[in-house]
Each structure stands twice: as C-alpha cells, then as structure tokens.
T-cell receptor, first 110, second 116 residues
Framework: QKEVEQNSGPLSVPEGAIASLNCTYS??????FFWYRQYSGKSPELIMS????GDKEDGRFTAQLNKASQYVSLLIRDSQPSDSATYLCAVDTGRRALTFGSGTRLQVQP | DVKVTQSSRYLVKRTGEKVFLECVQD?????MFWYRQDPGLGLRLIYF???????EKGDIPEGYSVSREKKERFSLILESASTNQTSMYLC???????????????FGAGSRLTVL
C-alpha cells in the first residue's frame, strides 16, 4: 500500500465550479499535511498546509483534514482555467522529510 | 524569497558515466532534499540532509550518493548512470514559510537527466 494515495485524474470541472481533490495516507502518526501545485513543466509550489482536524481556508482554497479517517482534501472554489495543474498531497510522517502522493491532474474547462 | 538553483536544466549522459547534480540555496536553510519525479509515480525521496556533512537515505537511495560539504550546497551523485535513472530530479530546501506554515519546501527548477 502506498503511503500517500491520490486519484491521478484528470479531474475535469467547468469554470466557476468547486474542484474537490482527495488524498489518503497510511501512517496514523502523521502530523503535518500539505498541498503543492505543479504547473506543467514547472516545479511544485506550496499552496496550503494543515496540521489539525477541521477546515483551513485561504482565499479560494480550503484544506480539510480528518485524522481519524486518515483523509485530507483540498477544495478550490470558483475554479479558474489558471487552476489547471497537478495537485500533490504531501505528508510529514515524522521522519523529517515529506512523502508525496503521485498527484491529481485538474483541468478547469472555460 | 528563497532561491534554490540547480546547476543543469537538461543533461544527456551515457550509461556508466558519473553524473553530478548540483543544488544551491541562498537562505541558510539546514534541511535540503533530493527527489526524482516520474510520470505516475510522483515525487520520490532519494536522500536528504539536515546539516552539513549529515545525510539520510530516502525511499530510493540505490544507485545514488550525496554530498553536503557546505550548508548552501547539496549535490546528488550518480556513480554509474543507468537508463533507469532517466528522470526529472528536483532539489528542495526547507524553511519557515511564514503564514503558510513551518517546514515549507522550496523547489529548484529541476534537472532533466537522460541516460542513453
């Protein structure tokens, strides 16, 4: 079983819709969770971090964490074509380095 | 802003050659990382370093070694390149991201290595 799992997609949503990206992780002791965005041909960049159960909002982005279910998600409201990218879920399992999922490709259709 | 610079954007090497990938960060960060990225496999951790001359193996260290003689520089070495090491290599430096949270990774632009 992979430590961090994501659906590879592509996830296709119309412009203005809510995009929901999901991630599950296997290490119950994980404490820190991150969402990175990677545009085609570019390097990943951090968009959200979350450390405690519940929701964390930053502009159009909301990260949700449920440690009991070992599940973290990213919601993008009012999706724009510029949000089209691969979204990488990353988890700190306590070994001082992040473990990444394989990413979900999001396509926002104009 | 933190800048992470990888010395080579594209490299083509032959099987058996020794390959050096260099990474330099300018923010005095202690932690640095080397990942490789392959389609469908995401980012996989090769090695990381949390201090000068310190290194730890990641998930796929076989065939690689690293060097960290100075805090700002973290080098990845392929002692004898093989075709299955054709990949995108990403270096990252870790520091405080301010309101975005602690332990934020800043990545370099990547080095795309092709081994023939």
């Amino acid at each position: 079983q992979k430590e961090v799992e994501q659906n590879s997609g592509p996830l296709s949503v119309p412009e203005g819709a809510i995009a929901s990206l999901n991630c599950t992780y296997s290490d119950r002791g994980s404490q820190s969770f991150f969402w990175y965005r990677q545009y085609s041909g570019k390097s990943p960049e951090l968009i959200m971090s979350i450390y405690s159960n519940g929701d964390k909002e930053d502009g159009r982005f909301t990260a949700q964490l449920n440690k009991a279910s070992q599940y973290v998600s990213l919601l993008i409201r009012d999706s724009q074509p510029s949000d089209s990218a691969t979204y990488l879920c990353a988890v700190d399992t306590g070994r001082r380095a992040l473990t990444f999922g394989s990413g979900t490709r999001l396509q926002v259709q104009p | 802003d933190v800048k992470v610079t990888q010395s080579s954007r594209y490299l083509v090497k032959r099987t058996g050659e020794k390959v050096f990938l260099e990474c330099v960060q300018d923010m005095d960060h202690e932690n640095m990382f080397w990942y490789r990225q392959d389609p469908g496999l995401g980012l996989r951790l090769i090695y990381f370093s949390y201090d000068v001359k310190m290194k730890e193996k990641g998930d796929i260290p076989e065939g690689y070694s690293v060097s960290r003689e100075k805090k700002e520089r973290f080098s990845l070495i392929l002692e004898s390149a093989s075709t299955n090491q054709t990949s995108m290599y990403l270096c990252a430096s870790e520091g405080d991201g301010g309101k975005r949270g602690a332990n934020v990774l800043t990545f370099g632009a990547g080095s795309r290595l092709t081994v023939l």
